[in-house]
């Protein structure tokens, strides 16, 4: 009997932190696009369907997004993710910095880093088939050569 109350309100207990924890705030801002990168189509379709959750100024901000604890991985990896790269700035880089972007961008997603593998498990609609990834290849090889889109 003693045992069946403990457990209640541990219960109890651990419900109200759930709750409490959603007042906690979180940043899911998606400030205005002010540069953003210039790619082929197939290549701009991959990006915005695998990349841009984490790497532009346009997150769709998922319903999980919404609930602690979770919402504050979600907020803490948009923004390391646009830290590194964004799309939505990426106009504003000197062309010696796209190019090494570029390049990073490629390797990443060349050695199965990107898109991260939390993220595909929870999402499996953003992995990349292998004719994306030859898209991607090639774009990152025109430019490392210095050809345009």
């Not at 701009?44 to 959750?53: E, K, L, P, W």
């Not at 504003?92 to 190019?99: I, R, S, T, V």
């Not at 953003?126 to 345009?148: I, N, Y």
Request: glycine share 4%; with cysteine.
């Amino acid at each position: 009997m003693k045992s069946k109350n403990i457990l209640k309100r541990l219960f109890i207990g651990l419900a109200a932190v759930l709750v409490l924890i959603q007042l906690i705030p979180v940043n899911r801002t998606n400030p205005p696009v002010t540069a953003e990168i210039n790619a082929p189509a197939e290549v701009m379709h991959v990006f915005q369907r695998s990349c841009y959750d984490c790497h532009s100024n346009e997150t769709n901000w998922r319903w999980y997004s919404y609930v602690a604890p979770v919402s504050w991985l979600t907020a803490y990896d948009v923004k390391e993710g646009r830290e590194h790269l964004n799309f939505s700035e990426w106009g504003g880089l000197e062309a010696k910095k796209q190019a090494k972007k570029t390049e990073e961008i490629w390797e990443e997603v060349s050695e199965g880093n990107m898109p991260m593998k939390i993220y595909v498990l929870a999402h499996p609609e953003v992995k990349l088939s292998e004719p994306e990834k030859e898209a991607l290849r090639q774009w990152a090889m025109a430019a490392e050569r210095g050809e345009e889109e």
